[in-house]
């Protein structure tokens, strides 16, 4: 295999990570469905959302995209229009730096992933 399918390869194993990852979340009281899409022109999303009783969604979600030469990574969780958790958009040079970042957002992401939905049905109450 050449250089790049090599690194094409490491770049969807790693997003099937994250999207794996991310589709396990759980919470015994709230719907939840995992997603995955392309975002043109060079990029991917995977994540989860989960829907409160009230109706609203909460959206859990890591993305990876190629612009202007370099990575950028993102990692967020969105009550509705509400930033639960925002870690910065992150611009490196190289695939095995987003690769890390992309596995590093993703644990950040996902990690308190219960405590925030139990605050969100507290707030229900």
Request: no cysteine; charged share 25%; aromatic share 6%.
């Amino acid at each position: 295999m050449d250089s790049e399918s090599l690194a094409a390869a490491a770049l969807l194993s790693a997003l099937s990570r994250a999207a794996g990852t991310l589709a396990e979340l759980r919470h015994p009281f709230v719907r939840s469905a995992p997603f995955t899409y392309l975002a043109p022109p060079a990029g991917a999303v995977a994540g989860t959302v989960f829907t409160l009783p009230d109706g609203r969604e909460v959206r859990f979600a890591v993305s990876v995209a190629v612009a202007d030469g370099a990575y950028r990574v993102d990692g967020e969780v969105i009550a509705e229009d509400e930033a639960l958790v925002e870690l910065p958009r992150t611009s490196v040079p190289t695939l095995e730096e987003a690769l890390v970042l992309l596995d590093e957002y993703t644990i950040e992401v996902a990690g308190p992933a219960v405590r925030l939905l139990d605050r969100l049905l507290e707030d229900l109450r």
